[in-house]
């Protein structure tokens, strides 16, 4: 039995969905729909304190101070690289840790071909110091009857080698474990109270009282600990 013109039309109709472009551009392999994931990233690797930037340029300068070959201009992060990353890091949004320009704008920013910041991006990437997300998002079009996604820019991520870690501990005199930092307070803590007991007793006016304190206090700091506690 025929279909009829009606199944006619529903197999051509069926044909033209099949063969009709979805996007108005490719879309890069492994991409994800925005807001997918990047917030939680951005949180967790591009929230650190202000102060930190200096620290981080550093350890990516001595990298490509030690990566470069006597007589070439360029190291593994490369000049370029190194104001890229110099740019991400103060692009970067204090509040929510966004970060997703797009290439052409970075290029734009910095007064480099696009090709020559992709590049940068990638050594960057292979070297540690930034990783990024693809994304898409999706658009309605009240001239097409279904959604389609288009590329939009990266989510980019300030993330650290482990080398880098190190020079930035330094650089900022951070301590390297919890123990560390427990230490450390217990020691500033001690320093803030003895300072603290020194000008309580320089206020005395009696000086025969302030010299007994004073003996008192020194008395105290040489005594052994009861039971041999430290």
Not at 114 to 127: D, I, N, Y
Request: contains cysteine; glycine residues 6%.
């Amino acid at each position: 039995m025929s279909a009829g013109p009606i199944g006619a039309l529903a197999a051509a109709l069926a044909r033209g969905a099949r063969t009709a472009p979805r996007t108005r551009q490719p879309v890069r392999r492994n991409s994800r729909h925005a807001g997918e994931r990047e917030q939680r990233l951005w949180k967790m690797h591009n929230m650190f304190d202000r102060s930190e930037n200096n620290a981080r340029m550093a350890s990516a300068e001595k990298l490509e101070h030690d990566t470069k070959a006597p007589g070439k201009r360029n190291g593994a992060l490369g000049h370029i690289g190194l104001k890229v990353l110099r740019f991400l890091l103060r692009l970067r949004g204090r509040a929510d840790g966004r970060l997703d320009p797009s290439i052409q704008w970075l290029a734009d920013q910095i007064h480099h071909s696009r090709s020559a910041v992709a590049a940068a991006l990638q050594r960057l990437k292979e070297q540690g110091f930034l990783d990024w997300v693809r994304r898409t998002q999706i658009v309605e079009d009240p001239e097409r009857p279904d959604q389609y996604v288009e590329q939009i820019s990266n989510a980019y991520f300030l993330t650290l080698p482990g080398r880098a870690r190190d020079i930035i501990r330094k650089v900022m005199r951070r301590p390297t474990s919890p123990e560390e930092r427990a230490t450390n307070d217990r020691r500033r803590q001690k320093c803030q109270s003895a300072e603290e007991v020194e000008a309580s007793v320089a206020r005395i006016k009696d000086p025969e009282l302030r010299d007994l304190l004073h003996g008192m206090r020194a008395d105290l700091e040489s005594a052994n600990p009861p039971g041999g506690l430290k």
